[in-house]
C-alpha cells in the first residue's frame, strides 16, 4: 500500500529509499526551506532532504545552543542534528528562510561546523534586480555542488529535472484537487505525501504518488477547513484535529499545498532565470517575504473558495514572529470578508498540549454549526 | 424527562438538572484530580438530593474530560465549553450578545447572535495571566480568601501597580510589596486591577457588544468585576443564577434541545 | 478606557515644555521633574544631572523635541513625514528639502523613558489586535501607537522606509503590518550577506528606492544640500571618535548616558547643523570632565560592554546608578555598531554612495544582517573590548529577541575565550513588567562584585 | 555560635552553624517579615553573629552582614562537599556557578525568565495531581512510560496535566513528565554554562532524587550529592558570620 509506505516514509528520517540512493554512491544534502531549487541538485544525483522535526519535542541538548525564545521547530531539528539523526547527511544548504532558521545554522555551525555548509542567499522582496541576483545565487549554488561533490552540471540535466519538477507539481495539484468537493482523502495524508517527496528521490516519490492516489478513502469529516500559518510537519497534530471532524482540505503552509501550489511550469527560456523566477514567486507565499502580504491573503481565498472550506485556522509556533504578526493581520482581513478564522498558537509537536488545541477546535466547528 | 449538564474546570465542577424547561437543581464542588471522577462525583450528589435515577437523565458533559465521559456512557454526548456559556447565558437572557467567561486556567470572550448561536470567540493562549489560578495564587500569597481579595477593591485608596502578567512572577511582586509593608488592600486591589486589564486586552480582539454578563468563578469577585465594568465601559447583566453554573446549565439545554422532543 | 494620544503626539507636547527650562532655576527645575511623576522625573532630572553639563538638556531641546515637532509641523507646512526604522540614515531624509525623517525605535525608547505608563497602553493596544506577546517590545510599542493614527491619536507618516529584510524579520513585518493597515507606501530594501554580490543587490535597491522617494515627494534632491548633509555627517564622524578615544582613559571621563545621547543623535538628526553641535557638546563635557579627573565613585570597578542595547525603563536607576557605583558603561552595538566613516563627496552621485556605504554597515544592520550574526557580532566586541579596554560585557535587549538569543551562546563562548565576562540580564529594554529595575540592579552587582572584580573572601580554611 | 539567614522567594531558611550545622528550620516566605524571622529564631536556638543572604536578605534586621547569595552558595559547595560547580535550583530560577580552590565564585548564570524550572512550578504540579511534595520521588520512581511536557507556563503546564490525567495516564507518568521537564531545563543550563568537574547540586529542588539522577546522567563531570540542599546558601552565609566574626 502507498499511502501507508508515505506515511511510514513522512515519519522517519533516513528512510529505506534514501539507504539505497546513498549505497549506491549518490549524495543528500539537508535544507531547511522550499526555497531550495531541487532540480539542480537532482541534476547530479545529490539528493535535497528537508530538514523537519519529526515529531521530536525534547531539546535539551539544542537548548543550551539556541534559547527558549526561539522556535520549537527549529530547536527540534537542531536537537536531531546534534544527537546525529541527521548524520546521514553529507552536508547541509543554509538556506536563508527566516531569523529563528539564520541562528540555527550560525549554532549548527558553532558546535558542528559541518564539512560542507552553502549559504544560499534568498531575497525577501520580488523584482528585477532580485530575480536578477537570484538567478546568480542559483548558479553559484551550482558552483558549490560542482566544487564539493566534483561534479560537473549541465543545464540539459537541469532542465531535464525542471520538467520532471513539473510533472510532479502538476501530480500534486491533482492529487489536492481529490480533496476539495468529495474529500477522499485525509489532510493528514496530503501532508505526510509533502514531507515524503522533501525525503524522496524525484523518481521514486513519483510512482508512490501515482499508487497512492488510487487509494481513495471514504472521508468522515464535520467540517472542511484551510490550515495556513507557520510550518507544520506534525501529521499527529493534523490527525487529531481531523478526528474532532475538523477535516483539513487544503493548506496554504509550506509543508503542504503552499510548497507547489503556485509553482509556474518550464516555459523554455534561460534555465537560471526561470527558476529564480519560478521559487521567488512561489515563496511568496511565506510571510518571510515581504509587500506581499496581498498575495498570500488572495491565495488563502482562492483557495478556500476552491476547497468550498467552512472556515480558516492560522496556526504559528509560538515565537514566530513572521506567521505571529501575519495571522492577526490576515484574522482581522479573512472575517471582515465573512471567512471564519481560528487563530492557534502552539509549540511544536506538543501532544501534551492537545486538550488545550482541542477545545479550541471544537469550539470552533460549533461555531462554524457543524 | 431529565436534562443534566456537567462542567468540570481546573478548580471547580458543576452539575445541572433541568425538568420543563427550569433548573431543578445544580451542585458545584471543588475538583477530584481526574475530571471524569469529578463530573461523575457533581451529577451523583445532585441526582441524590432530588432523588433521581441517573438513567433518567440525558446528561451532556462540557469542560475538561467531557469526551471520556461519552466513551464511558456517562454523558450522551459532549459540547465544548464556549458554546456551553454561550448558550446558558443566551437562554436566561436573549440579550446577551457577549459573554467573558474567567475559569481557572482559561478566560475567554463568548460573542452570540441573536439566535444564541456561537459567532466567535477568543481564549487566552498560553499565559495564566488572566485566570482564576492567577487570582488564586495571589489571593494565597495575601492569606485571603478569593472573596476577601474581591471586597478589598473597595477598600483600597491607593491600588499598587502590578506588572509582571506571569502569575508566579505576580506572586514575586505581592510578596515585595508585603515585605514593603504596603497596606493589603492596596496590594489586593492592585491584582484585581491588573487582572481586569488582562481581559480587557483580550476582549478586544473580537469586541464587546451589548448586553454583556460575566460568568465563571472570578464573576464572584466583585472588585475584578467592578474594575472590568469600569474599563469596558458597560454594566454586567446578572443572569439571576450562580454564574459558575452556566456552562454545566449550557450543556443541559444542548441535550434538552437534542432529545427533548422525543 | 480612555483612548491615548500616540507617542509623538504626547512626546511633542512634553519637549515643547521642556524647550522652555533654561528659564527655570535648577530647584524649579527639580520641582518640575516631582511633579511629572517618579520616573518620568527621574528621567529629567537625569538628563539635567550636573556630571553631563548642559548636554542633557541641549539634547533634548535641539536633538529630540525638533526631530519630533518637526514631524509633528511637517503636515501645516505640506511636507511629507517618513517613518524610517533605528537601522537606516536619516541623512537621506534630511537631504530633501519637503521631507521629514521620524524613527520608529525613538518613540518606544522616549516612551518607555518618560511617558506616564511609559510604553505599556500601545504594547497592550497591539496585543488586542492580536499580536502576539513575544514580538520585539520596542516595534511592538511604536506599532501600537502608529496604529492609533487610524483614530486620529497620532501623526500618521505619509510613507515608510524598511531597511530591515535581511536584518530582523519582527522589525519588517511590524512595518509591513502598518503599512497595509494605515494603507501608506512602503519602501523597502534587502540585505543578504557580505559578500561583493549582496553589496551590489543592496545598492541597486537603494538607488531605485531614492528614485521612488523623490517621484513620492515630489522632489530631487539638491547636490548642494545632499553634499552639505555629508559633510555634516563627517564632522559628526570626526567628533565621535574623538569621543571614543576618550573613553580610553580610565576613570572614564564621558558619562554613562553620552551613549544613549550619541546614538540617539545619529538616528534622528545625523547630517544636520544640529547633530554637530551636539557632538561638540558632548566633547566639550567629556574633555573637561577628564582635565578635571571626574568620575562619579571614587573607583572605576567595572569598564562594561552592553553588547546589544541598553535599558530604557529608568536610565536614573540604571545608568546613574551604575556610575555611581564605579560601573562604567562603554558603549553598546546602537551606538558603535556602525562605526561611522568619513566620506570625501563632491557631487550627488558620491553622496548617494557614501549613504549607501553607511547605511549598508550600519548599527545592527551590519551585525544582524551578517552571513554569520554570531560570528560578526562577536568579533565585533571583542574588538571593541581591546580597543576600549572593556574588562566585562553585559547583554541585554528585548527578552524574546530571536537573533541575539540564538547566538548568544557564540557571543559568550567568543568573549570568554578572551578572558572577558558576559552577563545576561533576562529583562527587557522596553518594558519594565518583564524584569523589575531592583532585581537588575541586584544580578549587576552580584555580577560585577563576585566576577569583573574579584572580590575575595579572607577565608580560614580552617575545616577543609 | 553563627547565624546563616537564607530570605528566599518561596522559603527563609536558617541555620545555626558551628563548624558544623547544630541545627536548622525552614519557614514559608509569607506575610509579614517579622514573624517570619520571629519563628524561625524560635525554633532554632541563640547565636552570636548572624549573616544574611538571599533576595530578601535586607529583611533580616538583626544581620550584622548580607552577602550575594552566589557567594553563599559557592563557599557552601566548596567547604561541605568540596565541588568546583554548583547547579542551584531554587524556588523561581536556576543559577550555575564555577567556584574556585578558596570557594570564591570565578562566574555564574542565570536562566531564561521563566518559573516552568522552578521549585515553585514543581509545586504547582504535585499539587494538581494531588500528589504531596513528600511523594514526588517515590511516584515518580513508579512510571513506566515516557511522556513529555512542552508547556513554558508554570500554569498551563497544569493544563497539559490534566490533559493527560483525562487521557487516563497514570499520575506517577505525568509527575515523571514533571521532573524530567525541570531536569532538562537546570541539564540546558549546565551545559550552556559548560559544567563539568565535580559538581553538586543545591536548592529546594535538589531534594528530589528524581531530579538530580537525571541531571546526573545528562551532564559528564562527577556528581557529588550536597547534605540538606535547600539549606545550602543558609550555610554558606553562617560560614561567612563565622569568617567575619570567629576567632579562629
Same mark, same amino acid.
Given at each position: 500500500?502507498?499511502?501507508?509506505?508515505?506515511?511510514?516514509?513522512?515519519?522517519?528520517?533516513?528512510?529505506?529509499?534514501?539507504?539505497?540512493?546513498?549505497s549506491?554512491?549518490n549524495?543528500v544534502?539537508?535544507?531547511?526551506?522550499?526555497?531550495?531549487?531541487?532540480e539542480?541538485?537532482?541534476?547530479?544525483?545529490?539528493?535535497p532532504?528537508?530538514?523537519?522535526?519529526?515529531g521530536?519535542?525534547?531539546?535539551?541538548?539544542?537548548?543550551?545552543?539556541l534559547?527558549?525564545?526561539?522556535c520549537?521547530?527549529c530547536?527540534?531539528?537542531l536537537?536531531?542534528?546534534?544527537?546525529?539523526?541527521?548524520?546521514?547527511?553529507?552536508?547541509?544548504?543554509?538556506?536563508?528562510?527566516?531569523?529563528?532558521?539564520?541562528?540555527?545554522?550560525?549554532?549548527?555551525?558553532?558546535?558542528?561546523?559541518?564539512?560542507?555548509?552553502?549559504?544560499?542567499?534568498?531575497?525577501?522582496?520580488?523584482?528585477?534586480?532580485?530575480?536578477?541576483?537570484?538567478?546568480?545565487?542559483?548558479k553559484?549554488?551550482?558552483?558549490a555542488?560542482?566544487?564539493?561533490?566534483?561534479?560537473?552540471?549541465?543545464?540539459?540535466?537541469?532542465?531535464?529535472?525542471?520538467?520532471?519538477?513539473?510533472?510532479?507539481?502538476?501530480?500534486?495539484?491533482?492529487?489536492?484537487?481529490?480533496?476539495?468537493?468529495?474529500?477522499?482523502?485525509?489532510?493528514?495524508?496530503?501532508?505526510a505525501?509533502?514531507?515524503?517527496?522533501?525525503?524522496?528521490?524525484?523518481?521514486?516519490?513519483?510512482?508512490?504518488?501515482?499508487?497512492?492516489?488510487?487509494?481513495?478513502?471514504?472521508?468522515?469529516?464535520?467540517?472542511?477547513?484551510?490550515?495556513?500559518?507557520?510550518?507544520?510537519d506534525?501529521?499527529?497534530?493534523?490527525?487529531?484535529?481531523?478526528?474532532?471532524?475538523?477535516?483539513?482540505?487544503?493548506?496554504?503552509?509550506?509543508?503542504?499545498?503552499?510548497?507547489?501550489?503556485?509553482?509556474?511550469?518550464?516555459?523554455?527560456?534561460?534555465?537560471?532565470?526561470?527558476?529564480?523566477a519560478?521559487?521567488?514567486?512561489?515563496?511568496?507565499?511565506?510571510?518571510?517575504m515581504?509587500?506581499?502580504?496581498?498575495?498570500?491573503?488572495?491565495?488563502?481565498?482562492?483557495?478556500?473558495?476552491?476547497?468550498?472550506?467552512?472556515?480558516?485556522?492560522?496556526?504559528?509556533?509560538?515565537?514566530?514572529?513572521?506567521?505571529?504578526?501575519e495571522?492577526?493581520?490576515?484574522?482581522?482581513?479573512?472575517?471582515?470578508?465573512?471567512?471564519p478564522v481560528?487563530?492557534?498558537?502552539k509549540?511544536?509537536?506538543?501532544?501534551?498540549?492537545?486538550?488545550?488545541?482541542?477545545?479550541r477546535?471544537?469550539?470552533?466547528l460549533?461555531?462554524?454549526?457543524? | 424527562?431529565?436534562?443534566?449538564?456537567?462542567?468540570?474546570?481546573?478548580?471547580?465542577?458543576?452539575?445541572?438538572?433541568?425538568?420543563?424547561?427550569?433548573?431543578?437543581?445544580?451542585?458545584?464542588i471543588?475538583?477530584?484530580?481526574?475530571?471524569?471522577?469529578?463530573?461523575?462525583?457533581?451529577?451523583?450528589?445532585?441526582?441524590?438530593?432530588?432523588?433521581?435515577?441517573?438513567?433518567?437523565?440525558?446528561?451532556?458533559?462540557?469542560?475538561?474530560?467531557?469526551?471520556?465521559?461519552?466513551?464511558?456512557?456517562?454523558?450522551?454526548?459532549?459540547?465544548?465549553?464556549?458554546s456551553?456559556?454561550?448558550?446558558?447565558?443566551?437562554?436566561?437572557?436573549?440579550?446577551?450578545r457577549?459573554?467573558?467567561?474567567?475559569?481557572?486556567?482559561?478566560?475567554?470572550?463568548?460573542?452570540?447572535?441573536?439566535?444564541?448561536?456561537?459567532?466567535?470567540?477568543?481564549?487566552?493562549?498560553?499565559?495564566?495571566?488572566?485566570t482564576?489560578?492567577?487570582?488564586?495564587?495571589?489571593?494565597?500569597?495575601?492569606?485571603?480568601?478569593?472573596?476577601?481579595?474581591?471586597?478589598?477593591t473597595?477598600?483600597?485608596?491607593?491600588?499598587?501597580?502590578?506588572?509582571?502578567?506571569?502569575?508566579?512572577?505576580?506572586?514575586?511582586?505581592?510578596?515585595?510589596?508585603?515585605?514593603?509593608?504596603?497596606?493589603?488592600?492596596?496590594?489586593?486591589?492592585?491584582v484585581?486591577?491588573?487582572?481586569a486589564?488582562?481581559?480587557?486586552?483580550?476582549?478586544?480582539?473580537?469586541?464587546?457588544?451589548?448586553?454583556?454578563?460575566l460568568?465563571?468563578?472570578?464573576?464572584?469577585?466583585?472588585?475584578?468585576?467592578?474594575?472590568?465594568?469600569?474599563?469596558?465601559?458597560v454594566?454586567?447583566?446578572?443572569?439571576?443564577?450562580?454564574?459558575?453554573?452556566?456552562?454545566?446549565?449550557?450543556?443541559a439545554?444542548?441535550?434538552?434541545?437534542?432529545?427533548?422532543?422525543? | 478606557?480612555?483612548?491615548i494620544?500616540?507617542?509623538?503626539?504626547?512626546?511633542s507636547?512634553i519637549?515643547?515644555?521642556?524647550?522652555?527650562?533654561?528659564?527655570?532655576?535648577?530647584?524649579?527645575?527639580?520641582?518640575?521633574?516631582?511633579?511629572?511623576?517618579?520616573?518620568?522625573?527621574?528621567?529629567?532630572?537625569s538628563?539635567?544631572?550636573?556630571?553631563?553639563?548642559?548636554?542633557?538638556?541641549?539634547?533634548?531641546?535641539?536633538?529630540?523635541?525638533?526631530?519630533?515637532?518637526?514631524?509633528?509641523?511637517a503636515k501645516?507646512?505640506?511636507?511629507?513625514?517618513?517613518?524610517?526604522?533605528?537601522?537606516?540614515?536619516?541623512?537621506?531624509?534630511?537631504?530633501?528639502?519637503?521631507?521629514?525623517?521620524?524613527?520608529t525605535e525613538?518613540?518606544?525608547?522616549m516612551?518607555?523613558l518618560?511617558?506616564?505608563?511609559?510604553?505599556?497602553?500601545?504594547?497592550?493596544?497591539?496585543?488586542?489586535?492580536?499580536?502576539?506577546?513575544?514580538?520585539?517590545?520596542?516595534?511592538?510599542?511604536?506599532?501600537?501607537?502608529?496604529?492609533?493614527?487610524?483614530?486620529?491619536?497620532?501623526?500618521?507618516?505619509?510613507?515608510m522606509?524598511?531597511?530591515?529584510?535581511g536584518?530582523?524579520?519582527?522589525?519588517?513585518?511590524?512595518?509591513?503590518?502598518?503599512?497595509?493597515?494605515?494603507?501608506?507606501?512602503?519602501?523597502?530594501?534587502?540585505?543578504?550577506?557580505?559578500?561583493?554580490?549582496?553589496?551590489?543587490?543592496?545598492?541597486?535597491?537603494?538607488l531605485?528606492?531614492?528614485?521612488?522617494i523623490?517621484?513620492?515627494?515630489?522632489?530631487e534632491?539638491?547636490?548642494d544640500?545632499?553634499?552639505?548633509?555629508?559633510?555634516?555627517?563627517?564632522?559628526?564622524?570626526?567628533?565621535?571618535?574623538?569621543?571614543?578615544?576618550?573613553?580610553?582613559?580610565?576613570?572614564?571621563?564621558?558619562?554613562?548616558?553620552?551613549?544613549?545621547?550619541?546614538?540617539?543623535?545619529?538616528?534622528?538628526?545625523?547630517g544636520?547643523?544640529?547633530?554637530?553641535s551636539?557632538?561638540?557638546?558632548?566633547?566639550e563635557?567629556?574633555?573637561?570632565?577628564?582635565?578635571?579627573?571626574?568620575?562619579?565613585?571614587?573607583?572605576?570597578?567595572?569598564?562594561?560592554?552592553?553588547?546589544?542595547?541598553?535599558?530604557?525603563?529608568?536610565?536614573?536607576?540604571?545608568?546613574l546608578?551604575?556610575?555611581?557605583?564605579?560601573?562604567?558603561?562603554l558603549?553598546?552595538?546602537?551606538?558603535?555598531?556602525?562605526?561611522p566613516?568619513?566620506?570625501?563627496?563632491?557631487?550627488?552621485?558620491?553622496?548617494?554612495?557614501?549613504?549607501?556605504?553607511?547605511?549598508?554597515?550600519?548599527q545592527?544592520?551590519?551585525?544582524?544582517g551578517?552571513?554569520?550574526?554570531?560570528l560578526?557580532?562577536?568579533?565585533?566586541?571583542?574588538?571593541?573590548?581591546?580597543?576600549?579596554?572593556?574588562?566585562?560585557?553585559?547583554?541585554?535587549?528585548?527578552?524574546?529577541?530571536?537573533?541575539?538569543?540564538?547566538?548568544?551562546?557564540?557571543?559568550?563562548?567568543?568573549?570568554?575565550?578572551?578572558?572577558?565576562?558576559?552577563?545576561?540580564l533576562?529583562?527587557?529594554?522596553?518594558?519594565?513588567?518583564i524584569?523589575s529595575?531592583?532585581?537588575?540592579?541586584?544580578m549587576?552587582?552580584?555580577?560585577?562584585?563576585?566576577?569583573?572584580?574579584?572580590?575575595?573572601?579572607?577565608?580560614?580554611?580552617?575545616?577543609? | 555560635?553563627?547565624?546563616?539567614?537564607?530570605?528566599?522567594?518561596?522559603?527563609?531558611?536558617?541555620?545555626?552553624?558551628?563548624?558544623?550545622?547544630?541545627?536548622?528550620?525552614?519557614?514559608?516566605? &509569607?506575610?509579614?517579615?517579622?514573624?517570619?524571622?520571629?519563628?524561625?529564631?524560635?525554633?532554632?536556638?541563640d547565636?552570636e553573629?548572624?549573616?544574611?543572604?538571599?533576595?530578601?536578605?535586607?529583611?533580616?534586621?538583626?544581620?550584622?552582614?548580607?552577602?550575594?547569595?552566589?557567594?553563599?552558595?559557592?563557599?557552601?559547595?566548596?567547604?561541605?562537599?568540596?565541588?568546583?560547580f554548583?547547579?542551584?535550583?531554587?524556588g523561581?530560577?536556576?543559577?550555575?556557578?564555577?567556584?574556585?580552590?578558596?570557594?570564591?565564585?570565578?562566574?555564574?548564570? &542565570?536562566?531564561?525568565?521563566?518559573?516552568?524550572?522552578?521549585?515553585?512550578?514543581?509545586?504547582?504540579?504535585s499539587?494538581?495531581l494531588?500528589?504531596?511534595?513528600?511523594?514526588?520521588?517515590?511516584?515518580a520512581?513508579?512510571?513506566? &512510560?515516557k511522556?513529555?511536557?512542552?508547556?513554558q507556563?508554570?500554569?498551563?503546564?497544569?493544563?497539559?496535566?490534566?490533559?493527560?490525567?483525562?487521557?487516563?495516564?497514570?499520575?506517577?507518568?505525568?509527575?515523571?513528565?514533571?521532573?524530567?521537564?525541570?531536569a532538562?531545563?537546570?541539564?540546558?543550563?549546565?551545559? &550552556?554554562?559548560?559544567?563539568?568537574?565535580?559538581y553538586?547540586?543545591?536548592?529546594?529542588?535538589a531534594?528530589?532524587?528524581?531530579?538530580?539522577?537525571?541531571?546526573?546522567?545528562?551532564?559528564?563531570?562527577?556528581?557529588?550529592?550536597?547534605?540538606?540542599?535547600?539549606?545550602?546558601?543558609?550555610?554558606?552565609?553562617?560560614?561567612?558570620?563565622?569568617?567575619?566574626?570567629?576567632?579562629?
Amino acid at each position: 500500500m502507498s499511502l501507508s509506505k508515505i506515511h511510514e516514509i513522512a515519519s522517519t528520517l533516513e528512510n529505506e529509499y534514501v539507504e539505497k540512493w546513498r549505497s549506491e554512491g549518490n549524495a543528500v544534502v539537508g535544507h531547511a526551506c522550499i526555497a531550495m531549487p531541487k532540480e539542480v541538485a537532482e541534476a547530479v544525483r545529490i539528493l535535497p532532504f528537508r530538514l523537519r522535526g519529526a515529531g521530536n519535542a525534547d531539546t535539551s541538548t539544542a537548548d543550551s545552543y539556541l534559547s527558549r525564545y526561539n522556535c520549537s521547530l527549529c530547536r527540534s531539528c537542531l536537537e536531531l542534528v546534534l544527537n546525529g539523526s541527521y548524520d546521514f547527511l553529507d552536508g547541509l544548504v543554509r538556506v536563508r528562510g527566516c531569523d529563528h532558521w539564520m541562528g540555527t545554522f550560525d549554532e549548527v555551525q558553532h558546535a558542528k561546523n559541518p564539512e560542507f555548509m552553502h549559504y544560499f542567499k534568498v531575497p525577501h522582496l520580488v523584482n528585477g534586480d532580485t530575480l536578477e541576483f537570484f538567478s546568480n545565487e542559483i548558479k553559484r549554488l551550482k558552483e558549490a555542488f560542482e566544487n564539493r561533490f566534483g561534479v560537473e552540471i549541465t543545464e540539459d540535466e537541469i532542465v531535464r529535472y525542471a520538467k520532471v519538477q513539473d510533472e510532479i507539481n502538476e501530480k500534486m495539484r491533482e492529487f489536492y484537487r481529490l480533496r476539495f468537493k468529495k474529500p477522499r482523502f485525509y489532510g493528514s495524508d496530503a501532508i505526510a505525501v509533502v514531507v515524503a517527496r522533501e525525503s524522496l528521490p524525484s523518481e521514486v516519490f513519483l510512482q508512490l504518488l501515482e499508487s497512492a492516489m488510487a487509494e481513495k478513502k471514504k472521508v468522515d469529516f464535520r467540517a472542511k477547513v484551510l490550515l495556513a500559518g507557520s510550518p507544520l510537519d506534525e501529521i499527529e497534530l493534523i490527525r487529531k484535529i481531523e478526528e474532532m471532524g475538523a477535516l483539513i482540505v487544503a493548506e496554504t503552509t509550506c509543508f503542504g499545498g503552499g510548497s507547489f501550489w503556485n509553482m509556474a511550469e518550464y516555459d523554455g527560456s534561460e534555465i537560471y532565470d526561470f527558476l529564480a523566477a519560478k521559487y521567488l514567486n512561489n515563496l511568496k507565499i511565506c510571510a518571510r517575504m515581504f509587500g506581499e502580504y496581498a498575495f498570500r491573503k488572495n491565495f488563502i481565498k482562492s483557495m478556500a473558495v476552491e476547497a468550498e472550506v467552512d472556515g480558516v485556522i492560522l496556526q504559528h509556533n509560538k515565537f514566530c514572529d513572521l506567521f505571529g504578526i501575519e495571522n492577526a493581520k490576515l484574522r482581522m482581513d479573512l472575517e471582515k470578508d465573512g471567512i471564519p478564522v481560528l487563530v492557534l498558537e502552539k509549540e511544536y509537536a506538543s501532544t501534551a498540549d492537545i486538550g488545550r488545541i482541542k477545545t479550541r477546535v471544537q469550539a470552533f466547528l460549533e461555531r462554524l454549526k457543524r | 424527562m431529565l436534562f443534566g449538564g456537567t462542567d468540570v474546570g481546573s478548580l471547580t465542577a458543576q452539575a445541572v438538572l433541568l425538568e420543563d424547561g427550569r433548573i431543578t437543581g445544580y451542585r458545584n464542588i471543588r475538583v477530584l484530580p481526574n475530571p471524569v471522577e469529578s463530573a461523575k462525583k457533581v451529577m451523583g450528589e445532585l441526582l441524590e438530593e432530588v432523588g433521581v435515577s441517573p438513567d433518567d437523565v440525558v446528561i451532556f458533559s462540557t469542560g475538561y474530560g467531557r469526551e471520556k465521559l461519552v466513551e464511558d456512557g456517562f454523558a450522551k454526548e459532549h459540547v465544548s465549553e464556549i458554546s456551553c456559556h454561550g448558550r446558558g447565558a443566551f437562554w436566561l437572557n436573549p440579550a446577551i450578545r457577549t459573554i467573558i467567561d474567567i475559569g481557572g486556567q482559561d478566560a475567554k470572550v463568548i460573542r452570540i447572535d441573536g439566535n444564541g448561536n456561537l459567532a466567535n470567540f477568543v481564549m487566552n493562549d498560553k499565559c495564566a495571566a488572566g485566570t482564576g489560578r492567577f487570582l488564586e495564587i495571589q489571593a494565597r500569597a495575601l492569606g485571603l480568601t478569593l472573596d476577601e481579595l474581591g471586597e478589598m477593591t473597595f477598600k483600597a485608596s491607593n491600588p499598587v501597580a502590578i506588572t509582571a502578567r506571569c502569575s508566579i512572577y505576580a506572586e514575586t511582586e505581592v510578596l515585595h510589596y508585603m515585605q514593603r509593608k504596603f497596606p493589603k488592600e492596596d496590594i489586593a486591589a492592585g491584582v484585581n486591577r491588573s487582572m481586569a486589564e488582562r481581559i480587557y486586552y483580550l476582549a478586544r480582539r473580537v469586541g464587546v457588544e451589548r448586553e454583556v454578563t460575566l460568568t465563571g468563578g472570578v464573576a464572584k469577585n466583585r472588585g475584578v468585576k467592578h474594575e472590568l465594568e469600569k474599563i469596558l465601559g458597560v454594566k454586567f447583566v446578572d443572569l439571576g443564577v450562580d454564574p459558575q453554573i452556566v456552562g454545566a446549565l449550557g450543556a443541559a439545554i444542548f441535550a434538552m434541545e437534542k432529545y427533548g422532543g422525543e | 478606557m480612555n483612548e491615548i494620544p500616540g507617542l509623538v503626539k504626547r512626546g511633542s507636547e512634553i519637549l515643547r515644555t521642556i524647550e522652555k527650562i533654561g528659564k527655570y532655576s535648577k530647584s524649579e527645575l527639580e520641582g518640575l521633574a516631582r511633579l511629572t511623576g517618579e520616573i518620568q522625573g527621574h528621567t529629567i532630572l537625569s538628563f539635567l544631572d550636573k556630571r553631563h553639563g548642559d548636554a542633557g538638556l541641549y539634547f533634548l531641546k535641539n536633538v529630540l523635541s525638533k526631530h519630533v515637532n518637526e514631524a509633528v509641523k511637517a503636515k501645516e507646512k505640506g511636507k511629507k513625514v517618513i517613518l524610517i526604522p533605528f537601522n537606516f540614515p536619516p541623512e537621506l531624509i534630511h537631504a530633501f528639502e519637503n521631507a521629514v525623517p521620524l524613527t520608529t525605535e525613538m518613540m518606544s525608547t522616549m516612551g518607555a523613558l518618560a511617558l506616564e505608563g511609559e510604553g505599556e497602553p500601545y504594547w497592550d493596544y497591539a496585543m488586542s489586535l492580536g499580536i502576539p506577546d513575544y514580538v520585539c517590545s520596542s516595534n511592538t510599542t511604536a506599532l501600537g501607537s502608529m496604529l492609533t493614527a487610524m483614530k486620529g491619536l497620532e501623526i500618521a507618516p505619509d510613507a515608510m522606509i524598511s531597511a530591515c529584510p535581511g536584518a530582523c524579520d519582527a522589525n519588517s513585518k511590524i512595518h509591513e503590518f502598518v503599512a497595509e493597515t494605515l494603507n501608506v507606501p512602503e519602501f523597502m530594501l534587502d540585505k543578504m550577506g557580505d559578500g561583493v554580490f549582496d553589496y551590489e543587490l543592496y545598492r541597486k535597491l537603494f538607488l531605485n528606492m531614492v528614485r521612488e522617494i523623490e517621484e513620492f515627494v515630489g522632489e530631487e534632491i539638491d547636490e548642494d544640500r545632499i553634499v552639505k548633509v555629508i559633510e555634516n555627517g563627517n564632522t559628526c564622524t570626526e567628533l565621535y571618535w574623538e569621543l571614543h578615544e576618550l573613553k580610553k582613559h580610565s576613570p572614564c571621563p564621558v558619562p554613562n548616558m553620552f551613549t544613549m545621547l550619541s546614538c540617539g543623535t545619529r538616528f534622528t538628526m545625523w547630517g544636520r547643523d544640529e547633530a554637530v553641535s551636539m557632538f561638540e557638546k558632548l566633547l566639550e563635557v567629556a574633555e573637561k570632565r577628564l582635565k578635571r579627573g571626574e568620575y562619579p565613585a571614587e573607583r572605576e570597578i567595572a569598564r562594561s560592554l552592553w553588547v546589544y542595547t541598553g535599558y530604557y525603563i529608568d536610565l536614573y536607576d540604571l545608568w546613574l546608578w551604575m556610575e555611581d557605583n564605579g560601573i562604567t558603561y562603554l558603549t553598546d552595538i546602537l551606538n558603535s555598531g556602525g562605526f561611522p566613516q568619513i566620506y570625501e563627496v563632491f557631487t550627488k552621485e558620491d553622496a548617494l554612495e557614501a549613504i549607501i556605504k553607511t547605511s549598508w554597515d550600519y548599527q545592527m544592520t551590519r551585525q544582524m544582517g551578517a552571513e554569520n550574526m554570531g560570528l560578526r557580532w562577536t568579533e565585533d566586541f571583542i574588538y571593541l573590548a581591546e580597543d576600549l579596554n572593556a574588562n566585562c560585557a553585559i547583554y541585554c535587549g528585548h527578552h524574546a529577541c530571536k537573533q541575539s538569543q540564538a547566538v548568544f551562546r557564540i557571543l559568550r563562548d567568543g568573549m570568554s575565550s578572551k578572558g572577558i565576562p558576559v552577563l545576561k540580564l533576562d529583562g527587557d529594554a522596553w518594558n519594565r513588567r518583564i524584569t523589575s529595575v531592583s532585581v537588575l540592579q541586584e544580578m549587576i552587582l552580584d555580577f560585577v562584585q563576585n566576577v569583573v572584580a574579584k572580590k575575595r573572601r579572607r577565608r580560614r580554611g580552617s575545616r577543609r | 555560635m553563627f547565624l546563616g539567614v537564607d530570605v528566599g522567594m518561596r522559603f527563609t531558611k536558617a541555620v545555626l552553624w558551628d563548624g558544623k550545622v547544630v541545627s536548622a528550620a525552614i519557614e514559608e516566605t &509569607r506575610g509579614d517579615m517579622e514573624s517570619v524571622l520571629k519563628n524561625l529564631r524560635g525554633k532554632i536556638g541563640d547565636f552570636e553573629h548572624c549573616c544574611s543572604t538571599g533576595s530578601g536578605a535586607g529583611l533580616v534586621d538583626f544581620a550584622e552582614v548580607k552577602e550575594d547569595d552566589v557567594v553563599c552558595l559557592a563557599i557552601a559547595a566548596r567547604d561541605i562537599v568540596d565541588a568546583d560547580f554548583v547547579l542551584d535550583i531554587g524556588g523561581q530560577s536556576i543559577t550555575a556557578i564555577s567556584v574556585d580552590k578558596d570557594g570564591n565564585v570565578i562566574d555564574f548564570m &542565570r536562566n531564561d525568565k521563566c518559573a516552568s524550572g522552578s521549585g515553585r512550578f514543581l509545586e504547582v504540579m504535585s499539587s494538581a495531581l494531588g500528589i504531596a511534595v513528600e511523594e514526588i520521588d517515590e511516584a515518580a520512581s513508579k512510571a513506566d &512510560r515516557k511522556l513529555s511536557t512542552t508547556s513554558q507556563c508554570a500554569v498551563f503546564a497544569e493544563s497539559e496535566v490534566v490533559s493527560y490525567v483525562n487521557e487516563g495516564e497514570s499520575k506517577e507518568n505525568i509527575i515523571a513528565a514533571v521532573c524530567d521537564s525541570i531536569a532538562k531545563l537546570a541539564v540546558a543550563q549546565a551545559n &550552556r554554562f559548560g559544567i563539568g568537574g565535580r559538581y553538586t547540586i543545591t536548592g529546594g529542588v535538589a531534594k528530589f532524587k528524581s531530579i538530580t539522577e537525571r541531571i546526573a546522567e545528562a551532564i559528564g563531570g562527577e556528581y557529588v550529592e550536597f547534605p540538606h540542599p535547600q539549606l545550602a546558601a543558609s550555610i554558606g552565609a553562617a560560614i561567612v558570620a563565622e569568617e567575619e566574626f570567629g576567632d579562629v
